[in-house]
C-alpha cells in the first residue's frame, strides 16, 4: 500500500521534472543546438547517506531527483510510465526502446516484465537528462557517454554507528539492518545486471562518507560532472596521461 506521503512525494517530483524539461527545451528552439543532457547515478552502501549527499546535488543543481522508492512507483505505474515516454521526442522513443531490446538479448539477464519495466524507466529518464538517480541499477543500466557513476561507500563500523544513530536503535539492531540493505542491493544489480556493484573499476567517481562531509562530497560529484561536460563539449575522450600509461 503507498502511503499518501509517497503519493504526493511521486506527484511533486513529477511535476518539478517535467517543469524541468519544458524549460529546457521550450529555451531554444533548435533541438540540435541542446547540450548533451547529462544524468548521475548513484549507488551506495547502507549508512553512507548516499540518498541526502544525491539531494543535495540535485538541490545545487536544480535537477529532480530520484531516489529508489520513486523508481520502483514510476515502474509499476503504467500512468506514469507512459506519460514519462510520451515527453520523450520520437528518436529518443526509438534509443530507449533499442536500449531495452539490447539489455533484454543478453541470456544472462533477467527477463521478467519488472526488468523490462525498470529499464524503460530508467532509459527514458536519461533521455531526458540532467537529473541524479539513486539506486536501481541506473549505474549499469545508463548510457556511459552521458552518465557520471557515484559509489558512496563507508567502513562497516561507521555505517552501522551512522545507522544507530539515525533510528535510535542497538548496535545488534544496526548492524542486521545494514547487512540486510547491502545483501539485497547487492544481490538486486547481481542478478539483474550481472555485474559486481562493490568493484570500483564500474564507477566514475568511489567517496567514502568516513573521510568527507555531504557537502564535499556534493562539491566533488558536482566537479566532477563538470569535466564530463568539459570532455564532451570538446569531443575528447578521457585516457591515461603520459605520465600513468601503461601503468
Given at each position: 500500500?503507498?502511503?499518501?506521503?509517497?503519493?504526493?512525494?511521486?506527484?511533486?517530483?513529477?511535476?518539478?521534472a517535467?517543469?524541468?524539461?519544458?524549460?529546457?527545451?521550450?529555451?531554444?528552439?533548435?533541438?540540435?543546438?541542446?547540450?548533451?543532457?547529462?544524468?548521475?547515478?548513484?549507488?551506495?552502501?547502507?549508512?553512507t547517506?548516499?540518498?541526502?549527499?544525491?539531494?543535495?546535488?540535485?538541490?545545487?543543481?536544480?535537477?529532480?531527483?530520484?531516489?529508489?522508492?520513486?523508481?520502483?512507483?514510476?515502474?509499476?505505474?503504467?500512468?506514469?510510465?507512459?506519460?514519462?515516454?510520451?515527453?520523450?521526442?520520437?528518436?529518443?522513443?526509438?534509443?530507449?526502446?533499442?536500449?531495452?531490446?539490447?539489455?533484454?538479448?543478453?541470456?544472462?539477464?533477467?527477463?521478467?516484465?519488472?526488468?523490462?519495466?525498470?529499464?524503460?524507466?530508467?532509459?527514458?529518464?536519461?533521455?531526458?537528462?540532467?537529473?541524479?538517480i539513486?539506486?536501481?541499477?541506473a549505474?549499469?543500466?545508463?548510457?556511459?557517454?552521458?552518465?557520471?557513476?557515484?559509489?558512496?561507500?563507508?567502513?562497516?563500523?561507521?555505517?552501522?554507528?551512522?545507522?544507530?544513530?539515525?533510528?535510535?536503535?542497538?548496535?545488534?539492531?544496526?548492524?542486521?539492518?545494514?547487512?540486510?540493505?547491502?545483501?539485497?542491493?547487492?544481490?538486486?544489480?547481481?542478478?539483474?545486471?550481472?555485474?559486481?556493484?562493490?568493484?570500483?573499476?564500474?564507477?566514475?567517481?568511489?567517496?567514502?562518507?568516513?573521510?568527507?562531509?555531504?557537502?564535499?562530497?556534493?562539491?566533488?560529484v558536482?566537479?566532477?560532472?563538470?569535466?564530463?561536460?568539459?570532455?564532451?563539449e570538446?569531443?575528447?575522450?578521457?585516457?591515461?596521461?603520459?605520465?600513468?600509461?601503461?601503468?
Open positions: 500500500m503507498i502511503s499518501a506521503n509517497s503519493q504526493t512525494h511521486l506527484a511533486e517530483s513529477l511535476v518539478r517535467h517543469q524541468h524539461w519544458q524549460e529546457r527545451h521550450e529555451g531554444d528552439s533548435n533541438p540540435q543546438s541542446i547540450p548533451k543532457a547529462f544524468t548521475i547515478a548513484v549507488s551506495r552502501e547502507a549508512g547517506y548516499g540518498a541526502a549527499i544525491a539531494r543535495e546535488v540535485a538541490d545545487r543543481l536544480g535537477w529532480p531527483v530520484y531516489d529508489c522508492e520513486l523508481i520502483q512507483r514510476i515502474a509499476d505505474d503504467l500512468g506514469v510510465r507512459r506519460t514519462l515516454l510520451d515527453s520523450v521526442d520520437e528518436r529518443q522513443v526509438g534509443w530507449v526502446n533499442e536500449c531495452v531490446k539490447n539489455f533484454l538479448s543478453v541470456p544472462e539477464v533477467s527477463e521478467g516484465t519488472y526488468f523490462r519495466k525498470l529499464v524503460e524507466t530508467l532509459l527514458s529518464l536519461a533521455a531526458h537528462g540532467e537529473c541524479v539513486v539506486g536501481r541499477g549505474t549499469v543500466a545508463l548510457p556511459l557517454a552521458t552518465t557520471l557513476r557515484v559509489r558512496v561507500v563507508a567502513p562497516i563500523e561507521c555505517r552501522i554507528e551512522a545507522v544507530r544513530r539515525e533510528h535510535s536503535i542497538s548496535v545488534k539492531a544496526a548492524t542486521t539492518q545494514v547487512e540486510t540493505k547491502d545483501r539485497e542491493r547487492n544481490r538486486f544489480v547481481t542478478r539483474h545486471f550481472q555485474i559486481d556493484p562493490t568493484n570500483p573499476s564500474n564507477y566514475d567517481l568511489v567517496l567514502n562518507t568516513a573521510r568527507f562531509s555531504k557537502k564535499e562530497c556534493a562539491d566533488f558536482i566537479a566532477a560532472l563538470d569535466r564530463l561536460r568539459a570532455h564532451s570538446s569531443g575528447r575522450t578521457p585516457s591515461a596521461s603520459p605520465e600513468t600509461a601503461g601503468v
